[in-house]
């Protein structure tokens, strides 16, 4: 298969973005494009994760452009981000099946097609990229697209909450600039392989830059305030309840998951090494277990049904980090699946809860009740999308907590994780008291004067699309819950490979660049470099300094790797697609124009000659035009 | 802003403009420049011209809604970065032809990198003129209000709305 | 030359952390812009080879060479070769800076006009149409209604 191929997975939704801008106004032949394009990019990324999870490739990689790996921008489909961006294209779909029925045609036509589209197009970006700063670009173009969405349909408490969100994204979008500027200042580099590559090295040779740690920082707080983690969850139960409702259940499905996905993609592979990781993983853990926390509480206090749903939000994203903090790859694995399930599940919570709102006069769940007796099947449809919230076990979002909660405790995070249970416990709790206040519940006492409007609202015709779309949804949590296996295998692949980044590295910047110590590094010191001190010294210095002449002096031979070969997990009681932990993988044929480099430290003329140095500035955003900048200072 | 002397100079100016916009955008391959820059160069020219003869010469001058122009841009940067994937290279792969000739004895460094630029030059001019003709529409209609309106742009863009 | 730079870096941060902190939008408006430019002008401090210096190279050397031109640099003509990956990267922030300055001040003429205030407390107090106090105040329009 062309490696290629996965650059459609953005160039899909991009393109029907701008087949909706002149076509506003025909707003069947927008849905229609949008609807199309989500199901391509599904079939696709699906088709992409079979060949990726059961053959010959643990990742497919292309390089913009043609430019080789640590100059040009990677994209990278591996088993994390292909569930992810399977995951995402299924909620998109849904999303807008359910906007084409409920969003009021006005609204509809003020661009929301082209929105949904450039949104979903820097959503699969950020999960495809393999470039820090590349990452930053697809971020904007998810926020950009998603600011406007926000304030779609002008409600005024839309645009007071809108602040919220815009204004924390905008100074986060500046402090993950200047974090992106402090990598390339610290390593030279700012392709996530390449990264981890010199981190690694660094760390073997206890020789990380000071700083390291605090960039590691910054980034975190940008990933996290995206993702909605503690201290900066706050933003979240404000803004998201405000917009039309197939919009809030987009963004809480697609939106908070980008920046979880980004911490589980990047802090594993670059940043958790050396004397980083302890600080590091002490923070995510922490952040982590206090979202769950104040998740679950605010799920119980918020006394309206969208708040509360938000608040369901924020209790996924505490799981998954906390998953990513344990550092195991069982672990990992169960974030990576529940986070996949949870964004299908939120969504589906937010459709559902879409369609109470048609049929009661407001999303106050003191109005609520009795709707059982009305609409049984939006009741069972509601409460199975509730279930897989809290994780009970014959749904979606069992497994993946069950992982996360089994590592911890094999790992000893006994306390945390007996938080996590906890947690669990509660969210049982708020879901049912979510279902039985606006279903099971008597009906609610209805004031003379509103018992018209109530009457008249619960009579409403259900939409047929916003049914649909709630189906389509639950039926995939129902697959993904009865029948594990594949996603479970999926997933476990990818905590495989996020908590090996040899395999990452070797499948962007090809087999020779494999870091000496490619060990799975958190909590196991890394161990000392099987060719001896001086051979990684040289290999670190040149690493550093000169990032293409990213092979070292002596090739590796392909015995010290034999070591990553994970032995068989214990915990893996799933038949699970390994993740070819091959020392040579086989990547898939990576387009390089450019020669191999030569395998001598010393950077010679024919890298670096004219003619290279000319192509040097084709590495570029794709987003952007570019000055070269190839004239001298004055 | 309505003076004889600026309405005057803008007719001068502005096509002077354009043409910096179209030159600096076409050397932008090697040299500092690139559609980007050239692209709002070509809106403050046309800008320009907005802030001198008034919103109506502007529709006069542009007879369509900006996001047309906007679509174009991309739709010209999609299919360059597409047409390499179609011959089966990575997306965005620049077909550079060193010496192509021209005619009349020259030859020039091609590289279909500038149908990009050109398209960002497009969107680029589409942007700022939809979003400025639209922020000063909201100044003309609303006369500008002490509390309320940023006066970046807008204050000075009011001109005669005729 | 980096300690003016980190001089003017401190100045925009600074100027835009004041901003922020205001309760008027345009300001907070502003202070995002510079913010933005802060950001820009910190990543060209960054410009030029990795803070971690070669052991074989002179100090002059690891200052100057750009990271793609590694520790060695080939020839004389390329000694004086300015990284140009860190100016691309501004560039690209440049353009995003542009593009959310637009819709940043149009979000703010939009607000003005549909709730006539810019100052944070009183848009603080607009109702939430999802809270409970503020249903009844103003009803809240079911979004799956078929229109």
Known sequence: MNPSLIVLLVIIPAAAGLICVPLINRLNTCRLVGVVGFALNLGLALSLLGACSQGDTSAIVTQLGGWSAPYGIALVFDALSGLMVAAASLVALACLIHASGSLPDPVERRYFHPLVNFMMAGVNLSFLTGDLFNLFVAFEIMLMASYGLLVLGRGKAQLAQAYKYVLLNLVASAIFVIAAGMVYGLLGTLNLADMARITTELAARDALPAGFTAVGVLLLFVFTLKAGVFPLWFWLPDTYPTCPIAITALFGGVLTKVGG????????????????????????????????????????????????????????????????????????????????????????????????????????????????????????????????????????????????????????????????????????????????????????????????????????????????????????????????????????????????????????????????????????????????????????????????????????????????????????????????????????????????????????????????????HGQQMAAAPHDPAMERRP | MTSTLFKTAARLIVPLT????????????????????????????????????????????????????????????????????????????????????????????????????????????????????????????????????????????????? | MTFVMALCVTACVGVSIYLLLGRDLKGVAMGVFLLGHGANLSIMAMSGSPVLPAENATAAESLKAAPILGAHVPSPALANMVDPLPQALILTAIVIGFAVMGFLLTLLIITNRSTGTLVVDRLANEPVSTTRTDTRAEPFLPSGTPS
């Not at chain 2, 050397?27 to 011209?49: D, E, K, Q, W």
């Not at chain 2, 000739?101 to 003129?129: E, M, P, R, W």
Request: proline letters at 10%; a negative charge.
């Open chain 1, 261 to 616: 996905y980004a911490v589980a993609r990047i802090f594993p592979l670059v940043f958790l090494v050396g004397d980083a990781a302890a600080v590091l993983q002490q923070i995510i853990l922490i952040g982590a277990v206090l979202t769950m926390a104040v998740g679950v509480f605010g799920a119980l206090a918020y006394r309206t049904l969208r708040r509360s749903l938000a608040m369901f939000i924020i209790v996924g994203v505490g799981y998954a980090l906390f998953g990513v903090a344990v550092g195991e790859p069982g672990a990992i694995g169960g974030s990576v699946f529940y986070m996949a399930q949870s964004m299908i599940v939120m969504a589906a919570a937010f459709l559902a809860c879409g369609l109470i709102e048609t049929h009661l006069t407001s999303d106050d769940l003191s109005d609520g009740g009795g709707l059982l007796k009305t609409h049984p099947w939006l009741g069972v449809l509601f409460l199975i999308g509730l279930l897989s919230i809290a994780g009970l076990p014959p749904t979606s979002g069992f497994y993946g907590k069950f992982a996360i909660i089994r590592d911890a405790l094999g790992a000893g995070f006994t306390w945390t994780a007996l938080i996590a249970i906890g947690v669990g416990a509660l969210s049982i709790l708020a879901v049912l008291r979510i279902w039985c206040e606006s279903f099971w519940g008597p009906d609610p006492v209805v004031q003379p004067r509103d018992a018209e409007a109530r009457a008249a609202a619960l009579a409403r015709e259900p939409s047929a699309s916003g049914y649909a779309a709630l189906v389509l949804l639950i039926a995939a949590a129902l697959c993904i819950g009865i029948l594990p296996q594949r996603v479970v295998g999926i997933a476990n692949a990818a905590g495989q490979q996020v908590t090996d980044p040899g395999a990452y590295i070797a499948a962007v910047m090809g087999p020779d660049a494999r870091p000496p110590a490619a060990e799975s590094h958190h909590d196991t010191p890394a161990p000392a470099p099987a060719h001896g001190h001086d051979a990684a010294h040289d290999t670190g210095h040149d690493a550093t300094h000169a990032p293409q002449t990213h092979t070292p002096a002596a090739p590796h031979p392909p015995a010290p790797e034999a070591q990553t070969d994970p032995t068989p997990d214990p915990h893996q009681d799933l038949p699970v697609a390994q993740p070819a932990p091959d020392p040579v993988p086989d990547v898939g044929p990576v387009p390089t124009p450019e020669p191999e480099p030569e395998p001598e430290p010393a950077p010679s003329a024919p890298r670096t000659g004219p003619e290279f140095r000319v192509q040097a």
């Open chain 2, 18 to 162: 354009l043409i910096f916009a179209a030159y600096i955008a076409m050397r932008g391959h090697n040299s500092p420049g690139g559609g980007f820059i050239g692209g709002l160069m070509a809106s403050v020219g046309l800008i320009l011209y907005r802030m001198a003869h008034g919103r109506a010469a502007l529709l006069r001058l542009l007879p369509f809604h900006p996001r047309v122009l906007v679509a174009l841009g991309l739709a010209i940067a999609y299919v360059t970065a597409l047409v390499p994937l179609a011959l089966g290279q990575p997306l965005l792969t620049s077909l550079v032809i060193d010496g192509l000739y021209i005619g009349l004895g020259q030859t020039i460094h091609f590289a279909s990198a500038v149908f990009f630029d050109i398209g960002v030059l497009l969107v680029v001019v589409g942007v700022t003129v939809g979003m400025i003709q639209r922020l000063s529409e909201e100044v003309d209609s609303q006369h500008i209000k002490e509390s309320g309106c940023p006066t970046t742009a807008a204050s000075s863009t009011g001109g005669n709305p005729r």
